[in-house]
């Protein structure tokens, strides 16, 4: 596990791949194979980084970023990412949206930093 959820990026422009769905019960395989495709897209050229949570209920938001339009349609036509997708339909999901937008701006703030100085 990484010591942050936030994905490390570029400056902006990228693209930001956000896909918000309502599991349905019980994991089936569900969190063994989210794992592998996240692990399968840091393999692909283009990819940034994944920030993704999931609440109690269900719900849950993964935001996939990646450097242009070509990667995300190269992602989408992996074969093993396409399986997983028709699983996802059958099996994992009650419903989901997936938008794909381009970043223009993008900044944070971490408390720490901010206050790494201060110590004096």
Do not use: C
Request: glycine share 10%; hydrophobic share 35%; no cysteine.
């Amino acid at each position: 596990m990484h010591p942050t959820a936030f994905a490390t990026l570029p400056k902006p422009p990228y693209y930001a791949v956000i896909f918000s769905s309502q599991r349905t019960d019980g994991d089936n395989g569900y969190g063994e194979t989210a794992d592998r495709m996240v692990e399968l897209a840091r393999q692909q050229p283009g990819f940034l980084g994944v920030e993704s949570t999931r609440g109690e209920d269900g719900f849950g938001i993964t935001v996939a970023y990646w450097e242009s339009e070509d990667a995300i349609r190269a992602w989408r036509l992996h074969a093993e990412h396409t399986a997983a997708r028709e699983r996802g339909r059958a099996e994992w999901y009650r419903h989901f949206e997936l938008r794909i937008a381009r970043v223009e701006r993008a900044y944070g703030w971490d408390r720490e930093q901010a206050h790494s100085g201060d110590a004096a």
